[in-house]
């Protein structure tokens, strides 16, 4: 029998080939980010950035705020309103607020004087303050669960639950302090017998004064700028690692560059902390530049693998030229106003602005905006050409250096003409050295299990000891900085407690199941609690931990 049944083809439908379909989109969640981008996606980054730009304001516009001075004034003051503060967070990303946590830290304070009163006619229970404090935190967990209680069984908002606990724990502050003391406030915790043992826990002082470090492993100075440069030195290291492929083999031509880079940024920098004046900081500074760039690059060469020699055309056209030509525009201008106006007048121009405030603001605003155009420019550019972004991004580094060393030649101030420019010009040569190492070795645009946990040990690694350098920096004095300073500068403990806190309820809402819990139920409560997640007993002890704290 025929297979032509006239009616198809039979041998066509067997081996003509189905239509082609279009690939499937990439998911763009799945897509591989490098550090920057990791950073800058994290919901926290925003209030990071505007914590940093009030605390620059406050660097830039004070002589004191940027000392070690100043920031034991903000700190001491921050400490215990931080550790409320924390807990408070954490309870509102659980998606509930509570008004009683004032009321709670008065209440508290006053139950435990309270509690170690001598009996008598107007007296309290004559505890010991090993007793009275843990009664204490008992009464704070108990206040914590009635609130998550009934804000559960209730499912009233917590702004109304919270609000009637402040008013009954300020009543009965009121009412118990006329009851057992006949006053509406109580007094008496130093009577304890064993005061002295709890204060040293609580209340006790580090005074910086009394501790001097001039000679131990070369000083103070000497240690803390080691241990900043190890840190930076580790956390370009990690950031290398997480954003560039790595070579089959090392090369060893790498390491000869890496070494004398090295060599030439060491001595740049100790010429320029040892040195004060136009000539030197440009000679010094040029010096570091180039012993930085020279060993970043000797180091990629050793390790990491180089990009294909097709570098594309540059291209400065459409929104990229435009971005690129109103950028650079904006900065010259800035300069040159800069330049322009005097920088010492004090003739009021308006409400509240002078002439030396308008060349602040006019030289900043539009140097930084410019900037910004330009890096956009350059991310624009990567997109279609690599040698287009290279120069864009070359082009905005050098344009940031020469706003450096104009800051340099007119501030009058050592720390405008040290402190400020060794920050800008690290950060033109970190865009310099990201152009050179974008354009001449290959980005990775994928997980790598090995070389993310070199890179993220790296980066963990540097930022501690770029912090344990700081609290040297903080905690210790020299006898030559105490002949030119005057006061005695005190760091309580609470400040100490405050770090501490913070740094593992950030561990705990990050890393662990509790913190992704917290998550969840401030995100969608009942949803959180189909998938399994208990949510209303996390919520009540977030409301316990804020009573706590």
Same mark, same amino acid.
């Given at each position: 029998m025929?297979?032509?049944?006239?009616l198809?083809?039979?041998?066509a439908v067997?081996?003509?080939?189905?239509?082609a379909?279009?690939?499937?989109?990439?998911?763009?969640?799945?897509?591989?980010r490098?550090?920057i981008?990791?950073?800058?996606?994290?919901?926290?980054?925003?209030a990071m950035?505007g914590?940093?730009?009030?605390w620059?304001?406050?660097w830039?516009v004070s002589?004191v705020?940027?000392?070690?001075?100043?920031?034991n004034?903000y700190m001491?003051?921050s400490?215990t309103?931080g550790i409320m503060?924390v807990a408070?967070?954490?309870?509102?990303?659980?998606?509930?607020f509570?008004?009683?946590s004032?009321a709670?830290t008065?209440a508290?304070?006053?139950l435990v004087?309270?509690?170690?009163?001598?009996?008598?006619?107007f007296?309290?229970?004559?505890f010991?303050?090993?007793?009275?404090?843990?009664?204490?935190f008992l009464?704070a967990?108990?206040?914590?669960?009635?609130?998550?209680?009934?804000?559960?069984?209730?499912?009233?908002?917590s702004?109304?639950v919270?609000?009637?606990t402040?008013f009954?724990?300020r009543?009965?502050?009121?009412g118990?302090?006329?009851?057992?003391t006949?006053?509406?406030?109580?007094?008496?915790?130093n009577?304890?017998?064993d005061?002295?043992f709890?204060n040293?826990?609580?209340?006790s002082v580090?005074?910086?004064?009394?501790?001097?470090?001039?000679?131990f492993?070369?000083?103070?100075?000497?240690?803390?700028?080691?241990?900043?440069?190890?840190?930076a030195?580790a956390?370009?290291?990690?950031?290398?690692?997480l954003?560039f492929v790595r070579?089959?083999?090392?090369s060893?031509?790498?390491?000869p560059?890496?070494?004398?880079?090295?060599a030439?940024?060491?001595g740049g920098?100790?010429?320029?902390?040892?040195t004060d004046g136009?000539?030197?900081?440009?000679t010094?500074?040029?010096?570091?530049?180039v012993?930085i760039v020279a060993?970043?690059?000797?180091?990629a060469?050793?390790r990491y693998?180089p990009?294909?020699?097709?570098?594309?055309?540059?291209?400065?056209?459409?929104?990229?030229g435009?971005?690129?030509g109103?950028?650079?525009?904006l900065?010259?201008?800035?300069?040159?106003l800069?330049m322009?106006?005097?920088?010492?007048?004090d003739?009021?121009?308006?409400?509240l602005?002078t002439?030396?405030g308008? =060349?602040?603001i006019?030289?900043?605003?539009?140097v930084?905006?410019?900037v910004?155009?330009l890096?956009?420019?350059? =991310?624009?550019?990567g997109?279609?050409s690599?040698?287009?972004?290279?120069?864009?991004?070359?082009?905005?580094a050098?344009l940031v250096g020469?706003?450096t060393?104009?800051?340099?030649a007119?501030?009058?101030?050592?720390?405008f003409?040290?402190?400020?420019?060794a920050?800008?010009?690290?950060?033109?040569?970190?865009l310099?050295?990201?152009a050179?190492?974008?354009?001449?070795?290959?980005r990775?645009?994928f997980?790598?299990?090995v070389s993310?946990?070199?890179?993220?040990?790296?980066? #963990?690694?540097?930022?501690?000891? #770029?912090l344990?350098?700081t609290l040297?920096? #903080?905690?210790?004095?020299t006898?030559?900085?105490?002949?030119?300073?005057?006061? =005695?500068i005190?760091?309580?403990?609470?400040?100490?407690?405050?770090?501490?806190?913070?740094?593992?309820?950030t561990w705990?809402?990050l890393r662990t =199941?509790f913190g992704?819990w917290t998550?969840?139920v401030g995100g969608?409560?009942?949803?959180?609690?189909q998938?399994?997640?208990?949510?209303?007993?996390t919520?009540?002890?977030?409301?316990?931990?804020v009573?706590?704290?």
């Amino acid at each position: 029998m025929s297979p032509d049944l006239g009616l198809f083809d039979v041998t066509a439908v067997a081996t003509d080939p189905p239509p082609a379909q279009a690939a499937p989109e990439p998911d763009e969640r799945l897509a591989y980010r490098g550090p920057i981008q990791r950073l800058l996606v994290r919901p926290e980054i925003g209030a990071m950035i505007g914590a940093f730009v009030i605390w620059l304001f406050f660097w830039l516009v004070s002589d004191v705020f940027g000392t070690v001075a100043g920031a034991n004034n903000y700190m001491d003051v921050s400490a215990t309103l931080g550790i409320m503060a924390v807990a408070v967070a954490l309870l509102m990303i659980g998606g509930e607020f509570d008004l009683s946590s004032g009321a709670m830290t008065g209440a508290t304070g006053m139950l435990v004087v309270l509690l170690v009163k001598e009996t008598g006619e107007f007296g309290g229970a004559g505890f010991p303050l090993f007793i009275a404090i843990p009664l204490t935190f008992l009464f704070a967990v108990g206040v914590g669960w009635v609130n998550g209680t009934l804000v559960e069984r209730t499912s009233l908002p917590s702004f109304i639950v919270t609000l009637g606990t402040f008013f009954v724990l300020r009543g009965a502050k009121l009412g118990f302090a006329k009851l057992f003391t006949d006053k509406v406030i109580v007094e008496g915790l130093n009577d304890a017998p064993d005061f002295e043992f709890w204060n040293n826990f609580f209340g006790s002082v580090w005074v910086r004064n009394d501790h001097l470090w001039d000679s131990f492993l070369g000083g103070r100075d000497l240690v803390f700028t080691a241990l900043l440069i190890l840190g930076a030195v580790a956390l370009l290291a990690g950031l290398l690692e997480l954003s560039f492929v790595r070579r089959g083999t090392a090369s060893g031509a790498g390491l000869p560059v890496v070494l004398v880079g090295a060599a030439a940024a060491i001595g740049g920098l100790v010429g320029l902390v040892n040195t004060d004046g136009v000539t030197a900081n440009w000679t010094w500074g040029g010096v570091m530049g180039v012993g930085i760039v020279a060993a970043t690059y000797g180091l990629a060469m050793w390790r990491y693998q180089p990009r294909s020699p097709d570098p594309g055309r540059l291209a400065l056209a459409g929104t990229t030229g435009r971005n690129f030509g109103v950028g650079v525009l904006l900065v010259v201008a800035g300069v040159v106003l800069g330049m322009v106006m005097d920088s010492t007048s004090d003739r009021v121009l308006g409400f509240l602005l002078t002439v030396q405030g308008l =060349r602040a603001i006019l030289f900043g605003g539009l140097v930084i905006f410019g900037v910004i155009l330009l890096m956009l420019a350059a =991310r624009s550019a990567g997109e279609s050409s690599s040698v287009t972004q290279f120069t864009i991004t070359a082009v905005t580094a050098a344009l940031v250096g020469g706003v450096t060393f104009v800051i340099q030649a007119e501030a009058a101030s050592r720390k405008f003409r040290a402190e400020l420019f060794a920050i800008l010009l690290l950060l033109a040569l970190a865009l310099l050295v990201s152009a050179l190492l974008r354009f001449r070795f290959e980005r990775r645009g994928f997980a790598d299990d090995v070389s993310d946990r070199i890179g993220r040990l790296a980066v #963990m690694a540097g930022l501690a000891l #770029m912090l344990l350098a700081t609290l040297i920096r #903080m905690l210790y004095s020299t006898t030559t900085e105490l002949e030119t300073i005057t006061g =005695r500068i005190t760091w309580r403990v609470s400040v100490f407690y405050f770090l501490a806190f913070t740094v593992v309820s950030t561990w705990v809402l990050l890393r662990t =199941r509790f913190g992704s819990w917290t998550f969840a139920v401030g995100g969608n409560k009942n949803a959180s609690r189909q998938v399994g997640v208990p949510a209303a007993r996390t919520k009540t002890q977030l409301f316990i931990v804020v009573a706590l704290a």
